[in-house]
């Protein structure tokens, strides 16, 4: 065994949390010294700046009109995995998502037999509760899972989950490693001024609140509007929402019906926005389903307390009534009652804040899990 690593990554290359967690682990592989490919569609959003130690490879498709709808990607990335594998000699390939990425990784290891890299698949959440449980998708996402050297999820939620939404027996490992945000970009700052070019007229005494999200039907985008709409009507307020998404115009269509359009800023897809979310009081977060959920982790590590629902992982990330507050799903008035909570009383926002902050440093940082993602790979790489 060498003490370098030869990695490599394939993932979603969008915004979303999956993709953001892959690349951080790439990024952070790369900074450890070992030699980091990424296999995706296009080059993944966080992937900044360049590194002599991490190489893109692009998975394109054939676009041969027979071919057209005949979902050729996980083929083309299977060659792909073929080719970097034989070239590069890669001796881990860490998928993220079980379909169809891991399906690709064991095709891909197939095709190569004993010269095959350890395959790790990452599940997220989105991968297996909403796609992989799908009847048209259920034998192969959970051949996928089972023929995977490792499986890692980021909760203890998704684990037990994919055990039984699967079927498969809890004396088949499945690690825990919980996402990790950088709590040095992610830290409490605290100042307003980036909110005055988007809010010009933002009264000192106002709370923010910011969603961030890919506006899929699965984050309630409604029960963000209605929460918030419930939340201004008793205390003037403001609400910031990053992403875009399915569901963005029909919550700008209701935001204007009741007259708020002006107090709320659809700001599309963004990736910095980090000042924003330090400039926030309040993180919501009203999912019907979250395997973890992300971006509250990266609110929680700039000192802003969550009100979200009691799903999935979420209890897991926000510690009830100390660092957030969580109310069951579609219970609107529950969750602008809670914002209200923490935004009128001064005192109790800051414990909640300062202990957000102190909770994610002692939890989830992004070293120890690194540290756990290399510990796994030397060990599949041993056991040989
Ligand atoms: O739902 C999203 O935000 C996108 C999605 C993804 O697949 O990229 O997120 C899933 O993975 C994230 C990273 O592990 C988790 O934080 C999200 O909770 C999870 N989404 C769901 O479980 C619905």
Known sequence: MTDRLNLAITCFPTFGGSGLIATEIG???????????FI?????????GTHPQILFHEVTESDYPALQHSGTYPLALASKMI?????????????????????????????????????????????????????????????????????????????????????????????VIANFVDTVRYAPVRSRACLRPIFPDLADTEPVLIHVSNFRPVKRIGDVVATFAEVHRQRPSR???????????????????????GRVAFLGKQDQFVELLGAADVFLLPSEQESFGLAALEALSCGVPVVATTIGGIPELVDLGETGLLSPVG??????????????????????????????????????AIDRYEALYRRLVASG
């Not at 001796?91 to 350890?118: C, F, Q, S």
């Open 27 to 37: 990024l952070a592989m790369a900074e450890r010294g070992h030699r980091v490919h």
């Open 40 to 48: 995706a569609r296009d080059v993944p959003v966080r992937l900044r």
């Open 83 to 175: 080719e970097v594998a034989s070239y590069e000699s890669l001796d881990i390939l860490h998928v993220h998502y079980a379909v169809p990425h891991a399906t690709a990784a064991w095709m891909a290891r197939e095709v190569l037999g004993p010269k095959a890299p350890r395959i790790v698949t990452t599940l997220h959440g989105t991968d297996t509760t909403l796609i992989g449980t799908d009847p048209s998708y259920l034998p192969i996402t959970r051949f996928s899972i089972l023929r995977s050297d490792a499986v890692t999820v980021p909760s203890a939620y998704l684990r037990r989950a994919t055990w039984e939404g699967f079927g498969i027996p809890e004396t088949f490992p499945i690690e």
């Open 239 to 261: 609400l910031i929402m990053i992403g875009d998404g399915p569901e963005r115009s029909p919550a700008e269509r209701k935001l204007r019906e009741l007259g708020l359009e």
């Open 331 to 368: 219970d609107v008035e529950g969750m602008a009652r809670h914002v209200l909570s923490l935004v009128s009383d001064r005192e109790r926002w800051t414990a909640f804040s300062r202990r957000a902050r102190e909770r994610v440093l002692e939890r989830f940082r992004q070293d120890p």
